[in-house]
């Protein structure tokens, strides 16, 4: 069973606009991780934020986590077209391997 | 080589043979992971080595599934008996371990099997 779950499952927006993404997950974790996959092709790393932090910045990507309540999410701002893609999360830790969700999937519209 | 690389990159069969899926890590990467991928989801995990051994195969679906990394670095994935529900994108990922922590995975672009 997966126990990351990403939402919505689908999101689509205007170029130009933020998109915010949802992961909960079920189990401890020391780090949770998001990937960014283009249709057809492999998973791309995109930002790791360990259990201890509250909040990461990369770029225009900007990751909170919540352990509290045991969920993450992903803020892209000022999306373009080629961030149209679908995004996973993954929790690592506590004897549990990466378990991914099945993903948001970004459609950016020009 | 600069990234994960995976051969073949597709793969079509008939159901009831045996496949053998290969998979070159980055070279120094410890830990390496397989995962199928089946349409509209997301990967799930198979298999984790770290160095030669199998550190947790507990996703491995049943024993028609096997792998190995006899030297630590390539690692071969095996399906015996393959059958219709084993059609997905496999893929392989190998990492950096630092205090037991594994951090960001890189990815190859997969194996498509297809089974008839």
């Known amino acids: 069973s997966q126990q990351g779950e990403e939402d919505p499952q689908a999101l689509s927006i205007q170029e130009g606009e933020n998109a915010t993404m949802n992961c909960s997950y079920k189990?401890?974790?020391?780090?949770l991780q998001w990937y960014r996959q283009n249709s057809g092709r492999g998973l791309v790393h995109l930002i790791l934020i360990r259990s201890n932090e509250r909040e990461k910045h990369s770029g225009r990507l900007r990751v909170t986590l919540d352990t509290s309540k045991k969920s993450s999410s992903l803020l892209i701002t000022a999306s373009r077209a080629a961030d149209t893609a679908s995004y996973f999360c993954?929790?690592?830790?506590?004897?549990?391997?990466?378990?991914f969700g099945p993903g948001t999937r970004l459609s950016v519209l020009p | 080589g600069a990234g994960v690389s995976q051969t073949p990159s597709n793969k079509v069969t008939e159901k009831g043979k045996y496949v053998e899926l290969r998979c070159d890590p980055i070279?120094?990467?410890?830990?390496l992971y397989w995962y199928r991928q089946s349409l509209g989801q997301g990967p799930e995990f198979l298999i984790y080595?770290?160095?030669?051994?199998?550190?947790?195969d507990s996703g491995l679906p049943n024993d028609r599934f096997f792998a190995v990394r006899p030297e630590g670095s390539v690692s071969t994935l095996k399906i015996q008996r393959t059958e219709r529900g084993d059609s997905a994108v496999y893929l392989c990922?190998?990492?950096?371990?630092?205090?037991?922590?594994?951090?960001?995975?890189?990815f190859g672009p997969g194996t498509r099997l297809t089974v008839l």
């Open positions: 993954a929790g690592w830790g506590y004897g549990q391997n990466f378990v």
């Open positions: 080595f770290q160095g030669t051994g199998a550190a947790d």
């Open positions: 990922a190998s990492s950096l371990t630092r205090a037991g922590e594994v951090n960001e995975q890189f």
């Open positions: 189990t401890s974790i020391n780090n």
């Open positions: 070279s120094g990467h410890t830990a």
